[in-house]
């Protein structure tokens, strides 16, 4: 498969006559460190098109990468998936849709709604993993709809940061009997269109989502796509974009979604068909000392304090021997695999998990008992966000009013939301995840 931006950029480096076109570093590092990015790294100079009106090079690519994932349109991202949440809600801003959301969103949803002003109907999952992960009840996303006396959109995350996916067929068919969008933060899913059979959202029927490619294919960080499957969204995802995005996007972010197509076409099926056996083998090597959540198979969660452990004390552990997880709390240890791992990383992997769970200290094998129910609203989201505000220590933090939302990445989650009053429910749960501020509105 060709690589357009790529090749223009390879082109453009070794070209002496188009570095006085470069600003700032015209491609040259004056210190050496990171020589060749500096010479890969260009502006939109003649030929090199233009992200948010593309109709050269950056249109080819991206249109190789619609042709990959079977989409209406694939639009590119250098400003992760946070830009492409921002327009998938810019979209449904537009045409004044009621916003219907499964709580366990990524802050970056937040912000958004915040910037576009959207009030949100929150739908509580059935929690399992914590405030990371739940099953989503098709009944209540059902009475949100028939309740609402607008047309509406429903957001979900799938996968979410555990790995747990959604139905995403069936939320597909609600939606669309009632009218409704359906939008999927797919971020840590980019790799799921490749399977054998398809488990991509927008294969799965949803109207539009977003992959974070850095976080499941081999892509520079910051590179993400915006995919519909709706004719009516194709021309206008670039205009909802440009709305946030910078000016300047990263070619460098870019090329590397331009290369990640070539892999996809060239290696991403052989490799996972690959890469299924080696997890499969690892997880079945621990049957009788861990417990691992249901999830999709790259993502590799183990259920830590279920299983007896500590999740912190198996990631230092874990850590001590060179391996780095995604995640970790008491409860959980999040492993991220990539198609793109090679077949030594898992041998390293499993000696590594062999001697953490060795080492590790033993609890009493207990199960999560997370609950959370839905704070009281004092004021819209976008209020609290621009309202003055205030940090101060969570202990107290009781009858406050929650401004920004000051959760760590990963996982991003929020616990309170902007607008919403802090209760003793929020406090503990924010003691459990580490968090020891909050930001609320001064009194």
Not at 420 to 436: H, L, N, S, T, W
Request: aromatic share 8%; glycine share 6%.
């Amino acid at each position: 498969m060709e690589t357009p931006i790529y090749d223009f950029l390879r082109s453009y480096a070794d070209s002496e006559t188009l570095r006085a076109h470069m600003p700032g570093h015209k491609g040259v590092s004056p210190i050496g460190e990171l020589a060749e990015l500096y010479n890969l790294d260009i502006t939109e100079i003649k030929g090199a098109d233009s992200l948010f009106e593309a109709d050269g090079i950056i249109a080819r690519s991206e249109a190789n990468a619609s042709q990959l994932y079977g989409t209406a349109a694939t639009v590119y991202s250098a400003g992760g998936s946070t830009l492409c949440i921002q327009a998938m809600l810019a979209l449904m801003k537009q045409e004044k849709r009621r916003i219907i959301a499964v709580r366990n969103v990524h802050r970056a949803f937040l912000n958004a709604a915040a910037l576009l002003g959207l009030d949100v109907q929150w739908l509580l999952p059935e929690y399992s993993e914590g405030i990371l992960s739940g099953r989503i009840i098709l009944p209540d996303v059902e009475a949100a709809l028939a309740a609402s006396a607008e047309r509406a959109c429903v957001y979900v995350t799938s996968p979410d940061y555990t790995g747990r996916i959604a139905d995403i067929a069936a939320l597909s068919a609600l939606c669309h009997q009632y009218g409704a969008k359906l939008l999927v933060d797919n971020a840590h899913g980019a790799h799921l269109a490749f399977f054998e059979e398809s488990l991509h959202p927008i294969a799965l029927g949803a109207d539009l989502c977003c992959d974070s490619a850095h976080k499941m294919l081999p892509a520079l960080t910051g590179a993400a796509m915006l995919h519909t499957s709706c004719n009516e969204y194709a021309h206008k995802l670039k205009q909802a974009m440009s709305l946030f995005g910078s000016t300047s996007p990263s070619y460098l972010v870019m090329a590397s979604l331009d290369l990640c197509n070539r892999y996809i076409y060239e290696k991403i099926r052989c490799d996972i068909a690959a890469a299924l056996p080696r997890i499969a083998k690892l997880r079945e090597s621990f049957s009788d000392s861990l417990i691992f959540t249901k999830s999709e198979q790259f993502h590799i969660t183990i259920k830590a304090a279920e299983s007896g452990y500590s999740g912190t004390e198996l990631a230092e552990l874990l850590r001590d021997n060179d391996v780095e997880c995604e995640y970790a709390d008491e409860e959980l240890l999040v492993l991220l695999m990539s198609p793109f791992s090679l077949g030594e990383d898992y041998v390293r992997l499993q000696a590594a998990l062999e001697i953490a769970v060795s080492k590790a200290s033993r609890y009493e094998r207990r199960t999560s008992d997370f609950r959370l129910n839905l704070p009281k609203v004092a004021c819209s989201i976008r209020e609290a966000v621009f309202a003055p505000s205030e940090e101060i220590a969570v202990e107290g933090s009781e009858g406050r009013v929650c401004a920004s939302v000051k959760v760590p990445c990963p996982p991003a989650i929020p616990i309170a939301v902007s607008g919403e009053v802090i209760d003793r429910q929020c406090m503990e749960i924010f003691r459990a995840y580490g968090i020891k501020s909050v930001i609320v509105l001064k009194n």
